[in-house]
């Protein structure tokens, strides 16, 4: 049990993979604990498109790690800031309210997953296993790349993709390749990353 969370759905997400939840909420809990703080220096610097792209990350995170009331505290939140502008901000009551919510909500989450930490301890890395036609050294450069990315929840894992699609090829099969690359443009950063561990154990499919 893990109080904030729904760890039955989150592991039927990731497969019962047990390891990589707890990865993927301990780096959801060290990259989102200042992201009150941020969200309100956006808001109140008008910065209403920023607050948004911030807002709409979490809100699907919060869905990957199956923080279920996070997620609908961020719903309600982003349904507030995505047409904001300067000419027209958000309803101050409403808002208000909304943030109270959400940081609330995220404080409680980002807590319980950090009670993980002191149990985890570092998994072995796994070496790739490109086919014979790749090079080693260059796959194994672009999957530590993409790995990284995909852990720290950072949207340069679509710019990754893109830089390394050729090498990324010999891991994937084309509808694979394309698969992952929506999970990525979605936000579903724990899917891909979880796709992703299975092509390096098993190499491309049919």
Do not use: W
């Amino acid at each position: 049990m893990l109080d904030g969370f729904d760890l039955a759905a989150g592991l039927r997400r990731l497969q019962g993979n047990e390891a990589l939840y707890r990865k993927l909420l301990l780096s959801f809990a060290d990259r989102y604990a200042p992201a009150p703080r941020d969200l309100r220096r956006l808001l109140d610097g008008g910065e209403y498109l920023a607050a948004h792209h911030l807002v709409h990350d979490i809100k699907g995170l919060a869905g990957n790690l199956a923080a279920l009331r996070l997620q609908a505290a961020t719903a309600e939140l982003e349904r507030l800031v995505k047409p904001a502008s300067a000419e027209n901000p958000p309803p101050p009551e409403p808002l208000a309210r909304a943030l109270a919510a959400f940081e609330e909500l995220l404080h409680h989450a980002v807590a319980s997953a950090a009670t993980l930490r002191p149990a985890a301890a570092p998994a072995p890395q796994e070496a790739p296993t490109p086919p014979p036609a790749a090079d080693p050294a260059r796959l194994r450069s672009a999957v530590a790349a993409m790995t990284k990315y995909l852990s720290d929840f950072d949207s340069a894992a679509a710019d990754c993709l893109e830089a390394n699609r050729e090498l990324l090829r010999t891991l994937f099969a084309p509808k694979e390749l394309e698969l992952l690359e929506k999970r990525i443009e979605s936000y579903d950063f724990a899917e891909a990353l979880a796709q992703l561990a299975q092509a390096r154990k098993g190499g491309p499919g049919p």
